[in-house]
């Protein structure tokens, strides 16, 4: 680990001014996913600002009847929080389903947000990555790509976005609450908030340099069935290979979000018109235009068996 200088912040703004005035800044809370990524020399900070301190901590009702939830809750706090087990059963779910019972009670909201791709050539400082090196090209391509992207990748990035609370809270609808350096807060739909990978993979939020989450608000809730299921390589402590976020109502109709199959939580609300035919339509809408790669293929018929799964728990 190279060497970093470090501070405290007392505000958010304050955070947000210090990380835009200081050159190779980066905030840090859990630090479940940037310490380790210090000590492979992926990232490489001059300073870290810490903002455990602040408070953002807690969880809130909002006037229209959603939750409005600090960007320092602990997944564990959040997955456990009565009103989300009641209300937003996909969120608890599938904050379960991620990584481990130590890991979620250090990681945060924000953080879980901003991890970074789990792709193994990010993690091999000897291959090159668009991602890790812009320009340097990309080694999954061609390479052992099995966990990787289906669907809205390109010449220059496969990878896929590891989270699984970000692909409950995109069926969600959330919105990302940030303060920016000058003050000035943002409110970003959780739908714009992380990128294709296009040409320039490393931007991978719509966030500006030096840009704080402060916080993630939910609607009101959505009713209907809540449900969320991770296909994976292992019982725990894997991420996915596919997974599916539902949210399914009386008549058939509903929500469907998908992760492990592209480079951000996976959405496209003009296939959810077809919810009420069946998995097969449906499926056949959101994977449009798909292009696997040769060791992955399998997801595209795995998205159509799970969510048919899904649908089948949900109509009980």
């Excluded at 890790?132 to 990035?157: D, H, K, Y």
């Excluded at 809730?221 to 390589?233: E, F, L, M, N, S």
Aim: aromatic share 4%; charged share 20%.
């Amino acid at each position: 680990m190279r060497t970093f200088t470090y501070e405290r912040a007392n505000s958010p703004a304050e955070a947000a001014a210090a990380a835009e005035r200081t050159l190779g800044a980066k905030f840090i809370a859990g630090g479940t996913n940037l310490l380790d990524l210090m000590k492979l020399e992926i990232e490489a900070p001059a300073h870290l600002i810490d903002v455990n301190g602040l408070d953002l901590d807690s969880i809130e009702p909002t006037p229209d009847g959603g939750l409005r939830i600090g960007a320092l809750v602990r997944n564990t706090d959040l997955a456990a929080d009565p009103r989300v087990r009641r209300d937003y059963g996909v969120l608890s779910r599938a904050l379960l389903a991620g990584a481990s019972g130590q890991l979620r009670n250090k990681a945060t909201t924000a953080g879980n947000l901003l991890q970074r791709t789990r792709c193994p050539y990010f993690y091999d400082t000897a291959q090159p990555c668009n991602k890790r090196q812009p320009g340097s090209g990309c080694a999954a391509i061609g390479g052992f790509n099995r966990q990787l992207a289906v669907i809205g990748g390109s010449e220059a990035c496969i990878a896929t976005h590891p989270s699984d609370m970000a692909v409950a809270m995109r069926v969600l609808d959330a919105t990302v609450e940030t303060v920016r350096p000058d003050g000035a807060t943002r409110f970003i739909p959780i739908a714009d908030f992380h990128r294709l990978p296009g040409d320039t993979p490393h931007i991978e939020t719509a966030l500006v340099p030096g840009e704080l989450i402060t916080a993630v608000t939910l609607p009101k809730p959505a009713g209907g069935t809540q449900v969320y299921r991770k296909v994976r390589d292992r019982a725990s402590y894997a991420f996915a290979l596919v997974s599916v976020a539902a949210i399914v109502q009386r008549d058939g109709s509903g929500r469907v979000a998908l992760g492990g199959v592209a480079h951000k939580p996976w959405r496209v609300e003009a296939a959810e018109a077809a919810m009420p035919q069946g998995a097969k339509a449906v499926t056949a809408q959101l994977l449009a235009g798909a292009k696997p790669a040769h060791d992955n293929a399998f997801k595209l018929p795995l998205v159509e068996r799970t969510l048919a799964s899904v649908l089948t728990e949900a109509k009980g």
